[in-house]
Protein backbone atom coordinates (compact mmCIF):
# COMPACT_ATOMS: atom_id res chain seq x y z
CA UNK A 1 0.00 0.00 0.00
CA UNK A 2 2.84 2.55 -0.93
CA UNK A 3 1.34 5.99 -0.53
CA UNK A 4 -1.85 5.03 0.38
CA UNK A 5 -3.54 6.64 3.19
CA UNK A 6 -6.39 6.11 5.88
CA UNK A 7 -8.33 8.23 8.42
CA UNK A 8 -7.64 8.33 11.75
CA UNK A 9 -9.20 10.16 14.79
CA UNK A 10 -6.22 12.27 16.29
CA UNK A 11 -5.69 14.43 19.15
CA UNK A 12 -3.49 17.29 17.87
CA UNK A 13 -4.48 19.23 21.34
CA UNK A 14 -5.22 18.64 24.96
CA UNK A 15 -8.78 19.45 25.62
CA UNK A 16 -9.28 20.38 22.42
CA UNK A 17 -11.65 18.42 19.66
CA UNK A 18 -10.18 15.42 17.92
CA UNK A 19 -9.72 15.92 14.29
CA UNK A 20 -10.37 13.51 11.47
CA UNK A 21 -6.66 13.50 9.63
CA UNK A 22 -5.47 11.39 6.53
CA UNK A 23 -2.66 9.36 7.72
CA UNK A 24 0.28 7.24 5.65
CA UNK A 25 0.10 3.77 5.59
CA UNK A 26 3.64 2.52 5.98
CA UNK A 27 5.61 -0.37 4.40
CA UNK A 28 5.40 -3.09 6.42
CA UNK A 29 8.90 -4.37 8.60
CA UNK A 30 9.41 -8.26 8.20
CA UNK A 31 7.04 -10.32 10.78
CA UNK A 32 4.54 -7.20 10.69
CA UNK A 33 0.81 -6.84 9.97
CA UNK A 34 -1.49 -4.39 8.75
CA UNK A 35 -4.99 -5.05 10.26
CA UNK A 36 -8.64 -3.32 8.66
CA UNK A 37 -10.08 -2.16 11.83
CA UNK A 38 -13.70 -3.10 12.33
CA UNK A 39 -14.22 -1.87 16.26
CA UNK A 40 -12.50 0.58 18.74
CA UNK A 41 -14.12 0.27 22.25
CA UNK A 42 -12.52 3.69 24.06
CA UNK A 43 -11.47 3.62 27.50
CA UNK A 44 -11.15 5.62 30.47
CA UNK A 45 -7.49 6.21 29.76
CA UNK A 46 -8.03 7.87 26.88
CA UNK A 47 -10.38 10.25 27.75
CA UNK A 48 -7.35 11.03 30.58
CA UNK A 49 -5.05 11.21 27.54
CA UNK A 50 -7.33 13.16 25.47
CA UNK A 51 -6.80 15.72 28.73
CA UNK A 52 -3.40 14.68 29.80
CA UNK A 53 -0.50 14.26 29.02
CA UNK A 54 -0.62 10.81 31.18
CA UNK A 55 3.20 10.16 30.88
CA UNK A 56 5.99 11.44 28.71
CA UNK A 57 5.68 8.82 26.26
CA UNK A 58 2.34 10.92 25.18
CA UNK A 59 3.46 12.23 22.01
CA UNK A 60 1.09 14.63 19.96
CA UNK A 61 0.10 14.73 17.68
CA UNK A 62 -1.38 10.84 18.39
CA UNK A 63 -4.09 8.67 17.08
CA UNK A 64 -6.25 8.27 19.77
CA UNK A 65 -7.53 4.49 21.00
CA UNK A 66 -5.91 1.49 22.34
CA UNK A 67 -8.67 -1.33 22.36
CA UNK A 68 -8.47 -3.05 18.27
CA UNK A 69 -9.74 -5.91 16.87
CA UNK A 70 -9.94 -6.00 13.06
CA UNK A 71 -9.22 -8.30 9.94
CA UNK A 72 -5.65 -8.59 8.66
CA UNK A 73 -5.16 -7.20 5.36
CA UNK A 74 -1.52 -7.67 4.78
CA UNK A 75 1.42 -10.12 6.25
CA UNK A 76 4.84 -9.44 5.71
CA UNK A 77 6.23 -13.25 5.50
CA UNK A 78 5.19 -15.67 7.70
CA UNK A 79 3.35 -15.54 11.01
CA UNK A 80 1.40 -17.75 14.02
CA UNK A 81 -1.35 -16.87 16.47
CA UNK A 82 0.05 -17.39 20.03
CA UNK A 83 -1.11 -21.41 20.07
CA UNK A 84 1.33 -21.67 17.27
CA UNK A 85 -1.07 -21.55 14.31
CA UNK A 86 -0.97 -19.59 10.94
CA UNK A 87 -2.69 -16.72 10.73
CA UNK A 88 -3.36 -15.33 7.22
CA UNK A 89 -5.41 -12.11 5.11
CA UNK A 90 -8.85 -12.55 6.40
CA UNK A 91 -8.61 -13.80 9.68
CA UNK A 92 -10.05 -11.53 12.62
CA UNK A 93 -7.49 -10.86 15.27
CA UNK A 94 -6.71 -9.15 18.35
CA UNK A 95 -2.69 -8.44 19.53
CA UNK A 96 -0.74 -8.13 22.59
CA UNK A 97 1.88 -5.40 23.77
CA UNK A 98 5.39 -5.49 22.93
CA UNK A 99 7.66 -5.84 25.54
CA UNK A 100 11.55 -5.34 25.08
CA UNK A 101 12.17 -9.31 25.97
CA UNK A 102 15.58 -8.44 27.08
CA UNK A 103 15.80 -6.29 30.21
CA UNK A 104 15.43 -7.43 34.10
CA UNK A 105 11.84 -7.48 34.53
CA UNK A 106 11.77 -9.55 30.67
CA UNK A 107 14.32 -12.00 31.32
CA UNK A 108 15.13 -12.68 35.13
CA UNK A 109 12.06 -11.51 37.11
CA UNK A 110 9.43 -12.40 34.07
CA UNK A 111 7.47 -9.64 34.55
CA UNK A 112 6.75 -8.61 31.51
CA UNK A 113 4.02 -5.86 31.96
CA UNK A 114 6.52 -3.66 33.79
CA UNK A 115 9.43 -3.75 31.95
CA UNK A 116 10.04 -0.12 30.97
CA UNK A 117 10.33 -0.50 27.62
CA UNK A 118 6.91 -1.69 26.91
CA UNK A 119 5.01 -0.34 24.12
CA UNK A 120 1.30 0.27 24.02
CA UNK A 121 -1.03 2.09 21.68
CA UNK A 122 -2.86 5.17 21.66
CA UNK A 123 -0.32 7.55 22.61
CA UNK A 124 2.13 7.40 20.07
CA UNK A 125 3.57 9.91 17.80
CA UNK A 126 1.75 10.32 14.33
CA UNK A 127 5.04 11.73 13.07
CA UNK A 128 7.37 8.96 13.67
CA UNK A 129 6.97 5.43 11.80
CA UNK A 130 5.09 3.03 11.48
CA UNK A 131 2.20 6.21 12.40
CA UNK A 132 -0.90 3.83 12.60
CA UNK A 133 -0.58 2.90 16.33
CA UNK A 134 -3.84 4.31 17.25
CA UNK A 135 -6.87 2.43 17.37
CA UNK A 136 -9.42 4.67 16.57
CA UNK A 137 -8.13 4.55 12.57
CA UNK A 138 -9.17 2.65 9.51
CA UNK A 139 -6.04 0.84 9.94
CA UNK A 140 -3.66 -0.07 12.39
CA UNK A 141 0.29 -1.16 12.22
CA UNK A 142 0.94 -4.33 14.59
CA UNK A 143 4.38 -5.13 15.08
CA UNK A 144 6.60 -8.14 14.29
CA UNK A 145 6.95 -9.01 18.11
CA UNK A 146 2.90 -8.84 18.97
CA UNK A 147 1.66 -11.87 19.36
CA UNK A 148 -1.76 -12.47 17.57
CA UNK A 149 -4.90 -14.21 18.99
CA UNK A 150 -7.95 -15.36 16.62
CA UNK A 151 -11.21 -13.91 17.65
CA UNK A 152 -13.93 -16.44 17.07
CA UNK A 153 -16.84 -16.00 15.35
CA UNK A 154 -18.94 -15.81 18.76
CA UNK A 155 -17.27 -12.96 19.77
CA UNK A 156 -18.39 -9.67 18.50
CA UNK A 157 -15.39 -7.40 17.42
CA UNK A 158 -16.56 -4.89 19.74
CA UNK A 159 -16.38 -7.24 22.73
CA UNK A 160 -13.25 -8.77 21.73
CA UNK A 161 -11.97 -4.88 20.97
CA UNK A 162 -12.46 -4.35 24.97
CA UNK A 163 -10.80 -7.59 25.56
CA UNK A 164 -8.06 -6.12 23.94
CA UNK A 165 -7.96 -4.09 27.50
CA UNK A 166 -10.60 -3.61 29.88
CA UNK A 167 -10.91 -7.20 29.61
CA UNK A 168 -7.22 -9.02 29.92
CA UNK A 169 -6.67 -6.87 32.96
CA UNK A 170 -8.93 -8.05 34.70
CA UNK A 171 -8.18 -11.65 33.82
CA UNK A 172 -4.85 -11.01 35.18
CA UNK A 173 -6.28 -9.91 38.48
CA UNK A 174 -7.73 -13.43 38.46
CA UNK A 175 -4.86 -15.18 37.24
CA UNK A 176 -2.76 -12.85 40.24
CA UNK A 177 -5.38 -13.68 42.61
CA UNK A 178 -5.33 -17.68 41.87
CA UNK A 179 -8.89 -20.18 42.85
CA UNK A 180 -11.69 -18.66 44.37
CA UNK A 181 -13.13 -21.19 46.90
CA UNK A 182 -17.06 -22.29 47.16
CA UNK A 183 -17.48 -20.68 50.45
CA UNK A 184 -15.89 -17.15 49.32
CA UNK A 185 -17.50 -14.05 48.88
CA UNK A 186 -16.37 -11.51 46.37
CA UNK A 187 -16.66 -7.84 46.63
CA UNK A 188 -16.06 -5.98 43.71
CA UNK A 189 -15.66 -1.60 43.90
CA UNK A 190 -16.53 -0.52 40.56
CA UNK A 191 -19.61 -1.14 38.14
CA UNK A 192 -18.13 0.47 34.80
CA UNK A 193 -16.35 -2.18 31.85
CA UNK A 194 -13.93 -3.99 34.68
CA UNK A 195 -16.40 -4.12 37.79
CA UNK A 196 -18.66 -5.72 35.21
CA UNK A 197 -16.56 -7.56 33.20
CA UNK A 198 -14.99 -8.84 36.74
CA UNK A 199 -18.43 -9.62 38.36
CA UNK A 200 -19.14 -11.99 35.77
CA UNK A 201 -15.45 -13.82 35.99
CA UNK A 202 -16.11 -13.89 39.66
CA UNK A 203 -19.15 -15.39 39.28
CA UNK A 204 -17.85 -18.10 36.91
CA UNK A 205 -15.57 -18.77 39.02
CA UNK A 206 -17.35 -20.02 41.84
CA UNK A 207 -17.51 -17.24 44.37
CA UNK A 208 -20.58 -18.06 46.59
CA UNK A 209 -21.94 -14.31 46.27
CA UNK A 210 -20.90 -11.28 44.29
CA UNK A 211 -21.30 -8.01 45.98
CA UNK A 212 -20.89 -4.69 43.61
CA UNK A 213 -20.33 -1.24 44.43
CA UNK A 214 -20.67 1.19 42.14
CA UNK A 215 -22.51 3.81 39.97
CA UNK A 216 -24.94 5.00 38.00
CA UNK A 217 -27.87 3.02 38.21
CA UNK A 218 -27.43 2.26 34.84
CA UNK A 219 -24.32 0.62 35.20
CA UNK A 220 -25.57 -1.31 38.03
CA UNK A 221 -28.64 -2.53 35.85
CA UNK A 222 -26.19 -4.28 33.59
CA UNK A 223 -23.88 -5.46 37.03
CA UNK A 224 -27.04 -7.56 37.97
CA UNK A 225 -27.02 -9.28 34.69
CA UNK A 226 -23.31 -10.10 34.92
CA UNK A 227 -22.73 -11.98 37.46
CA UNK A 228 -23.46 -9.58 40.93
CA UNK A 229 -25.85 -11.44 43.26
CA UNK A 230 -26.08 -7.63 45.28
CA UNK A 231 -25.54 -4.58 43.88
CA UNK A 232 -24.66 -1.12 46.53
CA UNK A 233 -25.64 2.41 44.32
CA UNK A 234 -22.80 4.81 45.70
CA UNK A 235 -25.14 7.54 44.49
CA UNK A 236 -27.60 6.71 46.99
CA UNK A 237 -25.73 5.60 50.22
CA UNK A 238 -23.11 7.97 50.20
CA UNK A 239 -21.36 7.44 53.68
CA UNK A 240 -18.00 5.35 53.58
CA UNK A 241 -19.24 3.70 56.86
CA UNK A 242 -23.12 2.52 55.75
CA UNK A 243 -21.45 1.06 52.53
CA UNK A 244 -19.10 -1.31 54.97
CA UNK A 245 -22.19 -2.17 57.01
CA UNK A 246 -23.71 -3.56 53.87
CA UNK A 247 -20.52 -5.39 53.29
CA UNK A 248 -20.10 -6.49 56.81
CA UNK A 249 -23.91 -7.34 57.05
CA UNK A 250 -23.58 -9.98 54.13
CA UNK A 251 -20.39 -11.66 55.51
CA UNK A 252 -21.58 -12.20 59.04
CA UNK A 253 -19.97 -9.50 59.95
CA UNK A 254 -16.27 -10.30 59.20
CA UNK A 255 -15.86 -8.63 55.61
CA UNK A 256 -15.41 -9.57 52.53
CA UNK A 257 -13.44 -12.83 51.81
CA UNK A 258 -11.95 -11.14 48.43
CA UNK A 259 -11.92 -7.31 47.60
CA UNK A 260 -11.13 -6.13 43.85
CA UNK A 261 -10.66 -2.74 43.29
CA UNK A 262 -11.74 -1.83 39.42
CA UNK A 263 -12.50 1.92 40.41
CA UNK A 264 -9.69 4.10 41.10
CA UNK A 265 -6.85 4.35 43.75
CA UNK A 266 -9.26 6.40 45.78
CA UNK A 267 -11.45 3.28 46.63
CA UNK A 268 -8.38 1.34 47.80
CA UNK A 269 -8.79 2.69 51.46
CA UNK A 270 -12.52 1.98 51.16
CA UNK A 271 -12.10 -1.90 50.25
CA UNK A 272 -9.41 -2.24 52.79
CA UNK A 273 -11.88 -1.57 55.44
CA UNK A 274 -14.12 -3.86 53.97
CA UNK A 275 -11.88 -6.85 53.68
CA UNK A 276 -11.68 -9.58 56.64
CA UNK A 277 -8.26 -9.96 58.46
CA UNK A 278 -6.59 -12.78 56.57
CA UNK A 279 -8.07 -11.55 53.00
CA UNK A 280 -6.72 -11.00 49.67
CA UNK A 281 -7.46 -7.69 47.90
CA UNK A 282 -6.57 -7.21 43.89
CA UNK A 283 -5.88 -3.46 43.28
CA UNK A 284 -6.58 -2.52 39.48
CA UNK A 285 -7.88 0.67 38.91
CA UNK A 286 -5.56 3.62 38.88
CA UNK A 287 -6.52 7.27 38.48
CA UNK A 288 -6.93 9.66 41.93
CA UNK A 289 -5.13 9.39 44.84
CA UNK A 290 -5.38 8.18 48.54
CA UNK A 291 -3.57 7.64 52.21
CA UNK A 292 -3.75 4.28 53.50
CA UNK A 293 -2.96 4.33 57.49
CA UNK A 294 -0.80 1.88 57.85
CA UNK A 295 -2.24 0.77 61.41
CA UNK A 296 -5.84 0.28 59.96
CA UNK A 297 -4.95 -2.48 58.01
CA UNK A 298 -6.63 -5.64 57.91
CA UNK A 299 -4.11 -8.29 59.23
CA UNK A 300 -2.41 -11.08 57.16
CA UNK A 301 -4.13 -9.94 54.52
CA UNK A 302 -2.53 -10.38 50.99
CA UNK A 303 -2.28 -7.72 47.88
CA UNK A 304 -2.17 -7.83 44.62
CA UNK A 305 -1.58 -5.16 42.39
CA UNK A 306 -1.78 -5.49 38.45
CA UNK A 307 -0.77 -3.58 35.51
CA UNK A 308 -2.46 -4.05 31.97
CA UNK A 309 -1.42 -8.02 31.19
CA UNK A 310 0.78 -10.23 29.63
CA UNK A 311 0.02 -12.43 26.09
CA UNK A 312 -2.11 -14.68 27.47
CA UNK A 313 -4.58 -13.29 29.15
CA UNK A 314 -5.65 -11.53 25.77
CA UNK A 315 -6.45 -15.26 24.65
CA UNK A 316 -8.02 -15.57 28.29
CA UNK A 317 -10.08 -12.58 27.60
CA UNK A 318 -11.54 -14.03 24.44
CA UNK A 319 -11.73 -17.36 25.32
CA UNK A 320 -13.46 -16.42 27.84
CA UNK A 321 -16.02 -14.19 25.89
CA UNK A 322 -16.63 -17.25 23.82
CA UNK A 323 -16.80 -19.76 26.23
CA UNK A 324 -19.20 -18.44 28.35
CA UNK A 325 -21.73 -16.18 26.09
CA UNK A 326 -24.75 -18.14 26.76
CA UNK A 327 -24.15 -17.20 30.80
CA UNK A 328 -23.78 -13.51 30.61
CA UNK A 329 -24.99 -10.75 28.30
CA UNK A 330 -21.62 -9.38 27.15
CA UNK A 331 -23.05 -7.15 24.38
CA UNK A 332 -24.82 -4.96 26.72
CA UNK A 333 -21.56 -3.83 28.23
CA UNK A 334 -21.50 -2.09 24.74
CA UNK A 335 -23.68 0.52 25.22
CA UNK A 336 -23.04 2.76 22.58
CA UNK A 337 -22.27 2.71 19.04
CA UNK A 338 -20.62 5.96 16.84
CA UNK A 339 -19.15 6.14 13.04
CA UNK A 340 -15.53 7.43 12.97
CA UNK A 341 -16.88 11.11 12.90
CA UNK A 342 -18.77 10.22 16.05
CA UNK A 343 -15.38 9.98 17.93
CA UNK A 344 -16.26 13.20 20.46
CA UNK A 345 -19.31 12.95 21.17
CA UNK A 346 -18.11 8.85 22.45
CA UNK A 347 -15.27 10.64 24.48
CA UNK A 348 -17.51 12.76 25.77
CA UNK A 349 -20.18 10.25 26.90
CA UNK A 350 -17.35 8.17 28.18
CA UNK A 351 -16.27 10.83 30.19
CA UNK A 352 -19.31 11.85 31.74
CA UNK A 353 -20.21 8.17 32.60
CA UNK A 354 -23.29 8.66 30.24
CA UNK A 355 -22.12 4.98 28.45
CA UNK A 356 -20.53 1.69 30.07
CA UNK A 357 -18.48 1.29 26.81
CA UNK A 358 -18.35 2.81 23.57
CA UNK A 359 -17.14 1.70 20.35
CA UNK A 360 -16.33 3.69 16.99
CA UNK A 361 -17.35 0.71 14.90
CA UNK A 362 -16.36 0.74 11.23
CA UNK A 363 -18.36 -1.68 9.57
Same mark, same amino acid.
Given at each position: MSNAECRAAVITALNKPIEILKVPIPELELGALLVKITASTLCGTDVHRWHGPLSPKDKLPFITGHEPCGIIEQINGKRTDIK %??? /?????? !???? +? *?????? +? +??? !??VQPCICPHRESWGHNSLEEYPYLLG? *??? +??? *????? &? /? /?? !??DEVSSASAAAAACAYRTVMHGFDRLGAIK? #??? *?? /???? %?? &?? #?????VAKDHGAKQVLTIGAPANRLEVTKRM? @????LNLDEVPELKDRIAWVKEHTSGRGSDIVIQVANNAATPE? &? @??LRPGGRFVHIGAGGKANIPVENLPEQFTLYTVRSGEPRHWLHAIEFLASRKAHFPFEEMISASYPLEGVNEAMEAMASYKVVKPVINFN
Open positions: %GDP /IKPGDR !VVWS +Y *VACGSC +Y +YCS !VAS *VSE +YMY *VPPSC &L /I /IK !VPP #NET *VT /ILGA %GP &LG #NFASAG @ADLVG &L @AM
